[in-house]
């Protein structure tokens, strides 16, 4: 049996982090649920079964059967809440993002680091088929050299007024640390550092747009220039009925688009593939477990290799997209 507990239940993706555990067929148990919101701790731990509501996050962190914590509270409670985890030996599990701010990330990982714990969040894309048959062929050298990349992570959130309600606080950059772009934004930002290494400066432009919720981004696009030259896009939205066209990897031999969520390919190294057919299923690397599902994997001992972020690969997202904030406030580019 492999304890868990969870450390606040605040982010919109605290029931569906319920769901991958309860439909697990390992030994994963809940056995604490903890939130400053009582009320809030009392339904979450009604959904796993033989969970408990813990008041003290001292007896959690005491507990030697508890090997790993999810932590889904309010960005800003993440300073106190993730170093005093590290401290107590448990594996960890952040929702993203990380940190409030870059600094305050950063201080986390080099905690985290230190105690020598596993960590990950909650970049579940890294895991798609899709992206994986892209960072292949940019590995092989398949695209040439790259000229232009974008990727887009946009849905109707606002429009449908996703947190007017329990998630209120996610439409409130006091609390959250960013407002739409970020909190879509981040993941397409992980897929693009993932791709194509650090970069060298960041810019945007952000934009209210519908308004609904006051003080808070809910559109817009970032740009990036790599330290490798490649210049990137990356555009997130709460304001969009839908997202056709989520990437497009161009270069001087080759490029890649995902439209309508098929794969299209096209390369002078690849002769077989012309780009005017989706990529096969067959021909695709296959999907794997990321986010959530690869740190149990890695905790309960299922996999010794289930792909992981670092906790200084998270910081270092929080640090970009705080760069591409600051140069959208600003109307600059901002050197890392």
């Not at 731990?45 to 508890?66: M, W």
Request: aromatic share 8%; charged share 20%.
């Amino acid at each position: 049996m492999t304890n868990l507990a969870f450390i606040g239940c605040a982010h919109i993706h605290t029931p569906g982090f319920i769901h991958n555990i309860n439909r697990r067929t390992d030994s994963v148990h809940v056995k604490y649920v903890w939130d400053h919101d009582l009320e809030r701790a009392g339904r979450r731990a009604a959904e796993l079964p033989g969970s408990v509501v813990e008041g003290s996050l001292e007896a959690i962190l005491a507990d030697t059967e508890i090997a790993a914590v999810i932590v889904c509270t309010e960005t800003d409670r993440h300073k106190a809440i993730v170093p005093l985890i590290a401290a107590a030996g448990k594996h960890v599990f952040v929702e993203k993002p990380l940190g409030f701010s870059g600094a305050d990330a950063k201080a986390m990982a080099e905690a985290i680091e230190s105690a020598g714990v596993l960590f990950s969040t909650g970049y579940f894309s890294r895991g798609d088929a899709k992206l994986r048959f892209v960072k292949e062929q940019i590995e092989k050298g398949n695209f040439g050299k790259i000229t232009r990349a974008r990727m887009s992570n946009c849905h109707s959130g606002a429009l449908g007024g996703w947190f007017d309600g329990e998630w209120r606080w996610m439409a409130d950059p006091s609390i959250a640390g960013c407002g739409g772009f970020g909190d879509l934004g981040t993941h397409v930002l992980d897929i693009l550092l993932w791709l194509f290494g650090p970069v060298a400066q960041a810019t945007g432009q952000l934009d209210s747009g519908t308004a609904r919720y006051e003080g808070c981004d809910e559109t817009g696009e970032g740009m990036l220039r790599f330290k490798n030259g490649v210049i990137a896009t990356l555009a997130a939205a709460w304001d969009d009925i839908a997202d056709p066209v989520r990437l497009l990897v161009s270069g001087t031999e080759g490029h890649a688009a995902i439209i309508q969520d098929k794969l299209y390919f096209q390369s002078k190294h690849v002769p077989t593939m012309d780009g005017s057919q989706p990529v096969r299923t067959a021909e695709l690397p296959g999907a794997i477990p990321a986010g959530l599902d690869s740190f149990l994997d890695r905790v309960c001992g299922k996999s010794d290799d289930a792909p992981l972020v670092g906790a200084s690969e998270a910081a270092y997202r929080n640090q970009v997209m705080e760069a591409i904030y600051q140069g959208a406030k600003e109307s600059r580019w901002v050197r890392l």
